[in-house]
């Protein structure tokens, strides 16, 4: 049963390797495990153990090395419940996933993100000379106190009430250029895409569901009627990046503890201001961040005066004039 302890717990947690990233219990020989951030079962799908994960220090990490420490409790029963309804439903394709309750969905990509994060303050910022101050910093990990707080509804009876944490777009992706898996995040925005054969997530994980509300969200929803190219799955995560950089309004919460379990209420985030909720777009700005992750030049993807080469613009002038979705490049 939740109460105060939980609280607690989560505000004088430690970081390190002898204390369960998920739950801060200290670990020993009796209950010590390792938790693979990237789940064995993505691993073996698409044969990812010996590929590399780009860190933020621009270093690399093989995927079967990224696990962070965790305790029995945590990895053998929390968070391996939530791998085995993620990977059923992702054996059961779009439809598989989207019959899924999009909390597991949520938590499992939360505890991805969070994991990297957790993963990389434990690696030294210089992996060559080995000095002690780390990739991330322990004041950058509480500053998610927030999301780690949400993640314990993998453990706890926490419920959100007349809101949810994040923005989460499902796709059907083409079997093209032999890519089978995909990542991407930023700790900056919170955002997260993952591919994993022929299926996309792409998730704003503390927007407060803003994004899925507006229009372009919507839009997003509609895509999922054809299969993306790859181009098209790496921009939705660069427009759903790029709109999380924009928001201008920080989510904020009120958690109440009622009968067994632990409410969590997000305060309106328009508020009584009437400024919109995301600043206008600079183009420009945007172009850098899409040249960067289709691996193109600036100038590549800018299209001067105020404008960018767009992957789905094809498949959404369809969907604006209501025809029916064809096959483009």
């Not at 690399?60 to 419940?81: E, F």
């Not at 210089?126 to 949400?150: N, T």
């Not at 790029?242 to 919460?253: G, L, T």
Request: glycine share 6%; with cysteine; charged share 20%.
């Amino acid at each position: 049963m939740p109460d105060q302890r939980l609280f607690e717990q989560m505000a004088e947690r430690g970081f390190g390797d002898d204390v369960c990233f998920f739950c801060a219990t200290p670990l020993d020989a009796g209950n010590r495990t390792r938790e693979h951030v990237i789940p064995r079962w993505v691993q073996r799908a698409v044969n990812l153990w010996d590929q590399e994960l780009t860190l933020l220090n621009g270093t690399t990490l093989k995927y079967r090395q990224l696990v962070v420490p965790a305790c029995l409790s945590c990895n053998g029963a929390h968070l391996s419940q939530i791998e085995m309804k993620i990977s059923e439903a992702f054996a059961g394709g779009i439809d598989g996933l989207l019959s899924l309750d999009r909390k597991t969905v949520y938590l499992w990509l939360s505890k991805i993100f969070y994991g990297i994060l957790y993963r990389e303050h434990l690696l030294p910022l210089d992996r060559i000379s080995g000095m002690p101050d780390p990739i991330v910093e322990g004041d950058l990990l509480r500053s998610f106190s927030a999301h780690h707080f949400f993640l314990q509804a993998a453990r706890y009876p926490i419920r959100f009430d007349e809101f949810f944490p994040a923005s989460i777009f499902f796709f059907q992706l083409r079997d093209d250029q032999g890519i089978a898996f995909d990542f991407k995040d930023s700790p900056v925005s919170m955002t997260i895409a993952i591919r994993v054969n022929g299926i996309g997530i792409v998730a704003a994980l503390q927007d407060g569901r803003t994004q899925e509300l507006m229009e372009w969200g919507a839009n997003y929803e509609r895509l999922r009627a054809v299969p993306l190219s790859h181009e098209q799955f790496v921009e939705v995560y660069c427009r759903v990046h790029y709109a999380a950089m924009q928001m201008n309004r920080v989510p904020k919460y009120i958690i109440l503890k009622h009968d067994r379990e632990m409410v969590v209420m997000q305060m309106p985030l328009q508020g009584m201001s009437t400024k919109p909720i995301f600043d206008p777009m600079d183009v420009e700005q945007y172009a850098t961040v899409l040249a960067f992750h289709q691996g193109l030049t600036f100038d590549e993807v800018f299209l001067p005066p105020a404008d960018t080469v767009s992957w789905l613009a094809p498949l959404e002038a369809d969907l604006q004039h209501g025809d029916d979705i064809g096959d483009h490049d």
